[in-house]
């Protein structure tokens, strides 16, 4: 959200570089907001207010704004000045930070962190995109079975400044094992002296490390959590991932599947902000594969070109088949994919779904058909060209129902198939299940015309 | 998520009409599965597994509960059993649940709860279903400035296990209007004998009860909250919105959008629960108007039938062209349609859209253009019926150029002509804008074609 009214009051002030009413208008605004401002500035302008803040809202605004521009800002400042913001910063979007940084950079810096430090963001650093350990986070609190709920909060109390969260607190044996789970409403609920190990829940639902942030974001929806752990091979605490981290993670994997459905590589950032050649090249790609693809419809018509000379009025309801085909053919491949991606259906379910698609692409079909029937009747006879109208409906409406139940097997079955065969099912995208029905549908229309004149 | 080596267990429980054994299984499983397990079932069956329970995990059990099968066991209920379960919901579920009963069943029911519970359930469920206020809750934790921390935190403890959360309470006035938030890691923090006044946050993020959903879900987002609190037009708090309320929200909003953008009306449930007739009408209403909207290329394609009967390789390139087209409407509606629903672009930025699709547009036009060139040259001479290969890669590289460029503008713009308008953006879905560049595709190409030739 963009606040057009604050934006010529920051810019003024940071022309006038007036350190006092730049820092009051900090004061007055929620780093949020704020980090909205700065994102439309350049990375020199905000380096310049970032140095006017205390370090820890120096590094709470830095968090807010977009990744191109704290990398700018980061190029910009020296050594020094950086390692004292990675501290400051949480741990998972510092690591996040450091994982973006040209190498010799990161080298540079890491010297000047404490060894907890750099243990922490090298061992966060080296989870792989998308996994449930790039998103966690280690700033989370943790407590031994043995404390009495009076000695954990005020535990909790002394640590709350550095944590993500001290909401919930995870147990952890001697090998850090997670062994139970103890929210601080359970603390604050419990007799003082009652040890944690009687208080904390040890039904704990977990994520393993390597797991897809996905099923991290699933769990979490699944059973209303503020935060799940993350756990190694081993069953020990590595991390949490909270429900602001999984809110992002869902609203990424949705930006995913919906560009990927219209045949488009997915785009990290903003849509006016990414550059233009890097968006080219992610609309290209796709329409380039797709306009080969669709060089078989050529091929096809080549295949028909005596006939539909022959018949000239069966070219005057091609574009309105193939399209009904590619429309039905798109909402099942979007009713499937999206099912998918909520869970609701797997691949196992492919007979029940098969089975759904030819019952509703026959009554769909049909209804079409009937509709197309009709309007081929209503051909001019001037358009005809000696052709009868009647035969002419027989073959459109035919066409219609075929074309139509064609496309909602294509579109139903194949992203079950890609899911089973472990690709992204929102890749067969909507553009490539119409491709592959504008195909069969032009064949089989010719075929039907064929068969019927 | 399904378990299937549960559900035998659970069915078999069931069918033995084994009290001691389900008890034994509900202990031993969170209700989220165990709900998950039961959505399978039938109403009397889920019914006679929940009076096993006692109120408050029978509550919950339920809340977990598809809409249709909570629908379906509140039917089969005694009154007073109905009215025990309401009393034990969370304020929000029940209100769901006692909007979508039969009106006479609600005035059964209303007079066996208690006058303050009646009031809460009226207020809650009079709220038009896509506002804040129809998904807040009324169960937050209210403190009054003139509180101390330990007092406040002692309020706290008695209150918290009828409350959605303990971990932010709201601060009121005599008037009830909102003037403070305090997180319960703050009031942890504070010295015993500080007040609530001196404690809390007074530059508080709210929305107010008649706003959009997606828009509660987009504050709490932006500034990583916990809950948002929502007040009438005189500023007094009447509800909050929780976490995992605004998670729902976002999922829900993200399906019906990709729904929309594929041309269906929005499911509300279970891609394979959904009733067959209702699935099929969502789909056939926009099949139906995009087929008969389609009759426009028919009627097109008819005023160039005696052109393309004297140059008949003209044909062989109309699907072709028209989906190149469609295709990169689709990417361009997709690209806008989602930046406008993550608030990156609003209408007002339609001028830089505007040059931005002009620019990619064109180059993506030029570049298929050269391919669609190349191919039209490679025509077999026995397809050309005497025309010249020359010419006619003329004709399809201009008109795929031009089609791609209309593609782009059309899928670009529409969708912000429609937030303008205050419709929603991606009902201009995909097939929509396909269709209209079908049109628009096959007159731009015979227009070319006849100054070509």
Known sequence: MRHPLLAPDLRELIHEQDAAGLRDFFDAHHPADTADLLDDLQPDEVLFVLGLLDGRTRAEVFSYLEPELQDGIAGLMERRELAALLTYMSHDERADLVTRLPPE?????MPLLAQAEREDIRRLAAYREGTAGAVMTSDY????????????????????PDKETIYY??????????????????????????????????????????????????????????ALPIVDTEGRLVGIVTHDDVIDVIVAEATEDVHRMAGIEPLAGNYLQTPF???????????????????LTTVALTKFEDFFQQFP??????????????????????????????????PRDWARVFLHEVLMGTSLGLALGVV???RALMTPSGALHGMSALKLAQVVSLGVCVVVLCGNLVGALLPLLLKRVGLDPAL??????????????????FAIAQAVL
Not at 170 to 198: F, H, M, N, Q, W
Not at 277 to 295: C, N, P
Not at 428 to 445: E, F, K, Q
Request: aromatic share 6%; with cysteine.
């Open 372 to 374: 197309g029937f009709v």
């Open 105 to 109: 950079r990161v080298e540079q810096i």
């Open 141 to 160: 609190a943790v407590l031994s079975p043995e404390l009495t709920a009076a000695e954990a909060i005020q535990k909790l109390r002394q640590e709350a």
């Open 313 to 346: 009025p069966l070219v005057l309801f091609i574009p309105l088949i193939i399209s009904a085909g590619g429309n039905c053919g798109s909402q099942s491949a979007t009713l499937i994919t999206r099912a998918l991606a909520l869970g609701q259906i797997t």
């Open 277 to 295: 050649v890097s968006l080219w090249s992610k609309r290209g790609l796709w329409l380039t594969i797709l306009f080969v693809g669709g060089f």
């Open 169 to 226: 607190s995870y147990v952890v044996d001697e090998g850090r094992r997670l062994i139970g789970l103890v929210s601080l409403k359970d603390l604050i609920l419990a007799p003082p002296t009652r040890r944690v190990a009687e208080i904390m829940q040890t039904d704990i639902i977990s994520a393993s490390v390597q797991e897809d942030r996905e099923v991290v974001a699933q769990k979490l929806m699944e059973y209303d959590l503020l």
């Open 428 to 445: 067969m995208s909507n553009p490539v299940v119409a491709s592959l029905v504008d195909v069969t549908g032009i064949v089989a229309y």
